[in-house]
């Protein structure tokens, strides 16, 4: 993956992104909305999903566009080990096992979990971070804080703790 978008030009971008869509458009940058939105073909009885999904429809547009994307990604070459990475046998091995077709099922009931867990948390980390901080929502910059701390701990305590 060689040309990859440099950090400091695709987070400002995404910034951008989110005035915008704010302005121009009067809907909030998401992915998690297209949970429920899918939730209400299927299961019209239960209150949560019986709502107007009409406005949700461009969310789970963009979420399948990502999945897509990353589909195409991973089989047109796109997805590879780093070289740095080959090296270090234990985090190859652990992403060669992880990344294998044999996961499918997992990486699908996963999503559908964490799915539900986002919509049931009103958001998911990065719609928290990104939309909810950037309209000074208390609760999502008390979860962002909690999500670096909780990463810090994983990064710096867990996984030497594991490898």
Not at 42 to 70: C, R, T
Not at 101 to 127: H, K, P, S
Request: glycine letters at 12%.
């Amino acid at each position: 993956m060689k040309d990859v978008l440099a950090w400091y030009i695709a987070g400002p971008l995404i910034g951008l992104i989110v005035p915008l869509l704010l302005l121009l458009r009067e809907k909030q940058f998401g992915v998690s909305s297209s949970y429920r939105f899918i939730g209400s073909k299927f299961f019209k009885k239960i209150d949560y999903f019986n709502y107007k999904s009409g406005k949700d429809k461009w969310q789970f547009h963009f979420a399948l566009g990502l999945v897509f994307a990353g589909v195409f990604s991973i089989y047109s070459g796109g997805f590879q080990i780093d070289a740095e990475l080959q090296e270090s046998t234990k985090y190859a091995e652990i992403a060669r096992t992880i990344y294998s077709a044999d996961n499918i099922l997992f990486f699908f009931f996963g999503g559908i979990v964490i799915g539900f867990g986002a919509r049931y948390a009103n958001g998911c980390t990065a719609g928290h971070c990104i939309m909810g901080v950037s309209q000074f929502s208390l609760s999502s910059i008390v979860s962002t804080v909690c999500f670096f701390i909780g990463g810090l701990f994983a990064s710096l305590v867990l996984i030497p703790l594991l490898f």
